[in-house]
């Protein structure tokens, strides 16, 4: 049987629908955390490593520490959003932007919903631009391979961006969130693979060094000028940023869970803890033996700005392992998009045969899939546009740095917070009111801070970039 978990459902029997009349949900601890490990081990972290370098010993680890507490905090508060009032039997907030409309008013929830969504967009331009260098990255290795590391091994990365948007394109046609939890497991087993090569690559290269580099205070002034000690440093930040931002679709990822008891909050909150616990201990693994391996010199991209030269089948498999995790990231992150626009057109011409009409589609195993004309289109778009995007801004580091930076205050601690005080009436000027402020302040700082570095490595950049040339 196949409904659409879209459009809602009367009341039936239980052991079919939840309790706001749609298809039960199935979702587990384990899914839960599957998707939030997707979206969180992303190509965030190759670039920790640079980060680390930018910010030595001291300030780098400190800072993804950092960073991982406010995370999760901030999670388990927006995890309380989920439903309204009683956290069991109150009334269900489908997506952030529900959540924020249900707690916030007026401006707030305009500015949120055009925030989520071009952050939304923003990723998946960073994650095209990920798979598409390790793509490359795999071309060229086979070339150093075969010519030697001396090399120039010149690739354009255009042609590999096009074979990642039309995977995308294919993907996308997966109508619902709910449905692409397999992706999700898929995604999360490569993203563990491929940080564990990183790892043990870097490892071999502190052996093979005799020693640990790197220094308690990052890139030393005379490999770099003063101006771009601090530009970096900034930037860094948003890369850590970056490398934890998944709270945009954390309640996208609830509305997946199996219904009460226990309550899709605490399950949340579990799952919240074990997937940064896993990502920190990876990042700060990876991060950290990166920097130890190259010190200053650590590139921004651990597994393709070759650091590493060989062995080379090792490094393709870490790549491929990339490429197959963003193909999967890429989809969790956007499907919130696609919903809301879908169910928008919908609300606005609910009589459009284009864009409410499904044809079932026959599949192996007595199964059907809904083809839709609506769907088809305007996600191919969005595939296509976000694609030619990445095309004309192929910066790694400085891409990944800004959008870390603008997504994180707003996104990920300051509607949390707003929501969390309004949900459980905390009084103003109250300790917990001032402590909740002082941390959104304390975050808005450093976001304004990265997004500035972020966008003078962005314009450093264009100096010498020419479009669709060989790099």
């Known amino acids: 049987m196949e409904v659409s978990l879209e459009l809602g459902l009367p009341q039936g029997a239980s052991k079919c629908f939840d309790d706001d009349g749609r298809l039960k949900r199935t979702g587990t601890l384990w ?6 490990i997707t979206a ?4 965030g972290v190759l ?9 030595g010993w001291v300030a780098g680890p400190a800072v993804m520490l950092l960073f991982s507490f406010v995370t999760y905090y901030t999670s388990a508060l927006l995890a309380d959003c989920y439903r309204s009032g009683d956290p069991v039997a109150g009334k269900r907030n489908y997506t952030y932007m529900d959540a924020v409309r249900a ?6 929830v305009e500015l949120c919903g055009y925030l989520q969504y071009l952050n939304i967009v923003g990723v998946a331009i960073g994650y095209t631009i990920a798979a598409s260098i390790s793509m490359v990255a795999i071309k060229r290795s086979n070339c150093f391979h075969k010519n030697g590391d001396d090399s120039p091994c010149q690739v354009n990365s255009n042609p590999y961006m096009i074979m990642f948007g039309v995977a995308e394109i294919f993907f996308s046609q997966i109508p619902d969130f709910d449905q692409i939890w397999w992706l999700s497991i898929v995604a999360a087993v490569m993203s563990f693979t491929y940080s564990s090569i990183g790892l043990a690559l870097g490892i071999v290269q502190v052996i093979k060094n005799g020693g640990v580099r790197g220094s308690l205070t990052g890139i030393s002034i005379g490999t770099v000028s003063q101006m771009d000690k601090v530009w970096r440093s900034f930037q860094a930040f948003g890369d850590i940023a970056f490398a934890y931002s998944y709270s945009i679709i954390l309640i996208e990822i609830q509305d ?5 008891p226990p309550s899709e909050a605490k399950v949340m909150k579990k799952a919240t803890l074990i997937s940064v616990a896993v990502t920190t201990t990876f990042y700060m693994l990876c991060g950290c033996m990166g920097y130890a391996a190259f010190g200053d010199l650590a590139p921004g991209n651990l597994l393709t700005g070759f650091g590493f030269y060989n062995p080379y089948w090792l490094l393709d498999i870490a790549n491929v392992a990339i490429v197959i995790h963003l193909v999967g990231a890429y989809q969790v992150y956007c499907q919130p998009l696609f919903a809301f626009v879908e169910k928008w057109a919908l609300r606005t011409w609910p009589e459009s045969q284009f864009i409410s009409k499904d044809i079932q589609v026959p599949l192996p195993a007595s199964r059907s899939y809904k083809f839709n004309l609506f769907r088809l289109t305007w996600r191919t778009a969005f595939v296509v546009v976000t694609t030619v995007v990445s095309m004309l801004l192929p910066f790694f580091n400085d891409v990944v740095g800004f959008l870390g930076a603008v997504g994180f205050w707003p996104l990920t601690v300051y509607f949390p917070v707003e929501m969390y005080i309004v949900q459980k ?17 304390a975050c808005l700082i450093i976001t304004i801070a990265s997004a500035a570095g972020s966008i003078a490595g962005v314009v450093s950049d264009l100096k010498v970039y020419h479009p669709f040339k060989a790099r």
């Open 31 to 36: 899914t839960a955390s599957a998707h939030i």
């Open 40 to 43: 969180v081990i992303g190509s």
């Open 47 to 55: 670039s920790l490593a640079w980060a680390i370098g930018q910010l």
């Open 103 to 108: 707690n916030l008013n007026g401006f707030k």
């Open 256 to 260: 997946t869970i199996r219904a009460p």
């Open 425 to 441: 009436k905390v009084a103003k000027w109250s300790t917990r009111w001032m402590c909740l402020q002082l941390l959104s302040l």
